[in-house]
């Protein structure tokens, strides 16, 4: 399986005046193209900051991120590089621009991109796939939960990076909206080849998910120790 994102060895530690935190200590993880990864753990684990290293929005203090088979250093414009063109983005929030339509919002999120001719056509095209055909000329106050973060889902799938990362998606989202969405996220994975890595504290993210990893207090973590973060019922645990 071709990997479109890796992290090897990764350390984070954030210092402000004389404290010094290790959040992240010596993690290796890997997502393939048409996997779906949940990571789970409790609050403080970590799990937020290997997301963002992976999204490279932050840097490793120590450690390997490769994004689509690139090597990534700490340079900014780098980052800023391959943040854009290799990596999709779904957050909990939304994050839609209220005065935007769902179509406008996936036409910005692609001129963000460098995006310009053919925008309008490829966002209709991600919203279209996402099931908002219909919904396109639409602000967000006129649509459901659901709907919103199917915009989202369009807006990290404009442009067709090979890795979508999701923060908490189904946190705002009623339980059927949040099975849906999830349905879509392993068959958007599947279809398109995309490396899906999902953080989350919802349980439901395991019936739809390759592989469960857990993460506490910095380390990813082995099964016992995980069966507290993710309960009795957890499909399956992969540590790398």
């Given at each position: 399986m071709r990997k479109v994102l890796e992290v090897r060895d990764v350390v984070k530690v954030f210092e402000e005046g004389s404290?010094?935190?290790?959040?992240?200590?010596?993690?290796?993880?890997?997502?393939?193209?048409?996997?779906?990864?949940?990571?789970?753990?409790?609050?403080?684990?970590?799990?937020?900051?290997?997301?963002?290293?992976?999204?490279?929005?932050?840097?490793?203090?120590?450690?390997?991120?490769?994004?689509?088979?690139?090597?990534?250093?700490?340079?900014?414009?780098?980052?800023?590089?391959?943040?854009?063109?290799?990596?999709?983005?779904?957050?909990?929030q939304f994050n839609l621009f209220p005065a935007l339509t769902a179509l406008e919002n996936v036409e910005y999120a692609l001129s963000v991109k460098g995006v310009r001719r053919g925008a309008r056509e490829e966002a209709a095209r991600v919203l279209e796939q996402v099931g908002l055909g219909d919904r396109l000329q639409f602000l967000p106050r006129d649509l459901s939960g659901g709907q919103k973060q199917r915009v989202a889902i369009a807006r990290a799938l404009a442009g067709s990076p090979p890795a979508i990362l999701a923060d908490e998606p189904t946190a705002n989202l009623d339980t059927a909206a949040g099975t849906q969405v999830l349905r879509m996220f392993r068959d958007l994975a599947r279809q398109e080849g995309k490396g899906l890595l999902i953080v989350t504290h919802d349980p439901k993210v395991r019936e739809v998910a390759d592989r469960v990893v857990g993460i506490r207090d910095g380390q990813l973590v082995d099964d016992a120790e995980t069966a507290d973060v993710a309960g009795p019922d957890r499909r399956e645990v992969v540590v790398s």
């Amino acid at each position: 399986m071709r990997k479109v994102l890796e992290v090897r060895d990764v350390v984070k530690v954030f210092e402000e005046g004389s404290q010094r935190v290790e959040v992240l200590r010596g993690v290796s993880l890997d997502v393939g193209a048409g996997e779906v990864v949940a990571l789970e753990g409790p609050s403080g684990s970590g799990k937020t900051t290997l997301l963002s290293i992976m999204g490279c929005i932050l840097t490793p203090t120590a450690g390997r991120v490769t994004v689509d088979g690139e090597t990534v250093d700490g340079d900014p414009d780098r980052l800023r590089h391959v943040r854009r063109r290799s990596i999709g983005f779904v957050f909990q929030q939304f994050n839609l621009f209220p005065a935007l339509t769902a179509l406008e919002n996936v036409e910005y999120a692609l001129s963000v991109k460098g995006v310009r001719r053919g925008a309008r056509e490829e966002a209709a095209r991600v919203l279209e796939q996402v099931g908002l055909g219909d919904r396109l000329q639409f602000l967000p106050r006129d649509l459901s939960g659901g709907q919103k973060q199917r915009v989202a889902i369009a807006r990290a799938l404009a442009g067709s990076p090979p890795a979508i990362l999701a923060d908490e998606p189904t946190a705002n989202l009623d339980t059927a909206a949040g099975t849906q969405v999830l349905r879509m996220f392993r068959d958007l994975a599947r279809q398109e080849g995309k490396g899906l890595l999902i953080v989350t504290h919802d349980p439901k993210v395991r019936e739809v998910a390759d592989r469960v990893v857990g993460i506490r207090d910095g380390q990813l973590v082995d099964d016992a120790e995980t069966a507290d973060v993710a309960g009795p019922d957890r499909r399956e645990v992969v540590v790398s």
